[in-house]
């Protein structure tokens, strides 16, 4: 269930290719928020669609 965004920690030295692949990420990529199972792309793609949607991404930026 989704409980709203929250800090994800991963070990970058585990690789966890059934979560974390391309087939994944396009999966989540433009999905409607909360239409998928919770994941770390879903939160991902929610805040650059509204970071782009509210502050038309002009120039180099980052979401951390």
């Known amino acids: 269930t989704y409980t709203g965004n ?3 920690a991963v ?3 585990m690789k966890l290719p059934h979560l974390y692949d391309l087939h994944m990420m396009d999966q989540y990529r ?3 928020f909360g239409e998928l199972s919770p994941h770390v792309f879903a939160i991902a793609d929610s805040a650059y669609r509204y970071y782009d949607l509210y502050y038309h991404i002009t120039f180099s930026e980052s979401i951390v």
């Open 6 to 8: 929250i800090l994800i």
């Open 11 to 13: 070990n970058p030295f």
């Open 30 to 32: 433009g999905a409607i």
